[in-house]
């Protein structure tokens, strides 16, 4: 099992810009694929990023595109998402997965606690 931890939510106003970041814990030994998701209030979590143990492989849902990045660290099963030019329907909790690929919750086995990003208009 591995644990992850996420850090680096607030608040920001529209236009402004975050970086999230996710470190693992663990088994991390194996270098695993990783993804971002979020939910915000009342709504199901949903796919935002993900990408492969190696760096060489990503996918971003449509709606962020252009917008967020994800992108590995230096240390090992460590993952970052920058996000620019926000917009007040991207507030959510955020959610670092591992140990998995795919667009679904339902693909990845680990999760972090989630870090809350707001906003403001």
């Known amino acids: 099992q591995v644990q992850l931890v996420e850090s680096g939510g607030g608040m920001v106003q529209t236009g402004g810009s975050l970086r999230l970041s996710c470190a693992a814990s663990?088994?991390?030994?194996?270098?695993?694929?990783m993804a971002w998701f979020r939910q915000a209030p009342g709504k199901k979590r949903v796919f935002i990023a993900a990408i492969n143990s190696n760096g060489g492989n990503t996918v971003t849902a449509d709606s962020v595109k252009g917008r967020f990045t994800i992108s590995r660290g230096g240390a090992k099963n460590t993952v970052y998402l920058q996000m620019n030019s926000l917009k007040p329907e991207d507030t959510a909790v955020y959610f670092c997965?591992?140990?998995?690929?795919?667009?679904?919750?339902?693909?990845?086995?680990?999760w972090g606690q989630g870090t809350q990003v707001t906003v403001s208009s």
């Open positions: 663990g088994r991390t030994f194996v270098t695993y694929h």
């Open positions: 997965a591992a140990d998995g690929w795919g667009t679904t919750s339902a693909d990845f086995r680990s």
